[in-house]
Each structure stands twice: as structure tokens, then as C-alpha cells.
């Protein structure tokens, strides 16, 4: 397996797992959730995932507004990320933030999913 498609697997594990730990702390209200790595942290990792996603595009020479699948998982992503910035947000009711948490879970099963089957339908798969 090429090394960038190894870490941009590593970077969505990474993602995931982060965004369900920051929930779980959410849920508890947890004072972890002010630390400036978990703030930090997340934002690094994103731009490595971003940035391995790009390479790879380019190395097989596909692009979202040629590729069905890929067009739809990119729209996909910038809900993704723009629940997260509700769900991280303090200043949004914290019922909303967990129910968006739960959301975006989904979401993010979503985008694996078009990921793993090359669909914007992998249902239909």
C-alpha cells in the first residue's frame, strides 16, 4: 500500500477517535475540554489527512468535479466539519452539541463508507 494512502488512513482513524473522546468529554462536561492540545491536536492531524487526501486525488489523477463518488465525499467532509465546529463550540446549548455529536458519528460512517466503495450510494453497492 502506498505510504500516503497508509497515513491518510492513519490521520481519519486518529480523527475518529478524537472526535469520540472530545465527545465523551463533552457529554461529562469535562474541564479536559479548555486543555490547548486537545484544541491543537485535531487541527494538525486534520491538515495531514487533508493533505494526503490531495496527494493521493493527484497521483490518480481524479478530481470531485470529475468523479461522482469523490464530488459527494468532499461535500460530505465540509458538513462534517462544519457540524464539528458546532459540536466544539461551548457557546452552542449542550443538547445540541451532543445531538449533532451523534449526527456527525454518522456522517462520518457515511464518508467511509463512499471512501470504501467509491458510491455516493454504497447501499446500492
Given at each position: 500500500m502506498d505510504i500516503a494512502k497508509e497515513i491518510h488512513l492513519f490521520c481519519a482513524v486518529v480523527t475518529?477517535?478524537?472526535f469520540v473522546g472530545r465527545g465523551i468529554l463533552i457529554m461529562r462536561r469535562s474541564a479536559l475540554m479548555r486543555q490547548?492540545?486537545?484544541?491543537i491536536v485535531p487541527h494538525v492531524n486534520d491538515t495531514m489527512l487533508f493533505a494526503t487526501a490531495i496527494y493521493l486525488a493527484v497521483q490518480l489523477n481524479i478530481a470531485p468535479w470529475d468523479t461522482l463518488w469523490l464530488g459527494v465525499k468532499v461535500l460530505v467532509v465540509?458538513?462534517?466539519?462544519?457540524l464539528g465546529m458546532i459540536v466544539?463550540?461551548?457557546?452552542?446549548?449542550?443538547n445540541t452539541r451532543i445531538t449533532?455529536?451523534?449526527?456527525?458519528?454518522?456522517?462520518?460512517?457515511?464518508?467511509?463508507?463512499?471512501?470504501l466503495t467509491k458510491s455516493?450510494?454504497?447501499?446500492?453497492v
Amino acid at each position: 500500500m502506498d505510504i500516503a494512502k497508509e497515513i491518510h488512513l492513519f490521520c481519519a482513524v486518529v480523527t475518529f477517535l478524537g472526535f469520540v473522546g472530545r465527545g465523551i468529554l463533552i457529554m461529562r462536561r469535562s474541564a479536559l475540554m479548555r486543555q490547548r492540545w486537545l484544541k491543537i491536536v485535531p487541527h494538525v492531524n486534520d491538515t495531514m489527512l487533508f493533505a494526503t487526501a490531495i496527494y493521493l486525488a493527484v497521483q490518480l489523477n481524479i478530481a470531485p468535479w470529475d468523479t461522482l463518488w469523490l464530488g459527494v465525499k468532499v461535500l460530505v467532509v465540509l458538513l462534517y466539519i462544519g457540524l464539528g465546529m458546532i459540536v466544539m463550540r461551548p457557546s452552542f446549548s449542550f443538547n445540541t452539541r451532543i445531538t449533532l455529536w451523534f449526527v456527525e458519528l454518522i456522517v462520518f460512517g457515511y464518508i467511509v463508507s463512499i471512501a470504501l466503495t467509491k458510491s455516493p450510494m454504497p447501499w446500492m453497492v
